[in-house]
């Protein structure tokens, strides 16, 4: 794939991913055909900002975590109230590096 459209993609979903992440994706990109570019163009990747205001506001329900994929512990958030509001405020500190973490799972499973 063409140089100058990894370092595109890189720069406008810079923050979808975590820095230790950005070099591993950058070299499976490099042997990627450039058929694969307009399918990573157009994935859904969750935004950490996005996630964390959720998660501030809709967190006791649970919400952030369905968004993550995490059904489970979305439906424990649900019934239990974020577990008294405990498990909402890790999430508060936690959710940012979950949605960089299922963004870079997502991207690995395409290439």
Request: hydrophobic share 50%; charged share 20%.
């Amino acid at each position: 794939m063409d140089q100058q459209k990894i370092d595109l993609f890189l720069m406008t979903n810079n923050k979808m991913f975590s820095p230790q992440h950005l070099g591993i994706i950058r070299e499976k990109l490099m042997y990627a055909d450039d058929s694969k570019m307009m399918m990573l163009q157009s994935m859904d990747l969750k935004d950490p900002t996005t996630l964390l205001l959720i998660s501030l506001f809709l967190g006791s329900l649970g919400v952030d975590r369905f968004m993550v994929g995490d059904t489970g512990l979305g439906i424990l958030k649900l019934l239990t109230g974020g577990l008294c509001g405990i498990m909402t405020i890790i999430d508060w500190f936690t959710i940012s590096a979950k949605a960089k973490e299922v963004n870079f799972n997502k991207i690995m499973a395409y290439l």
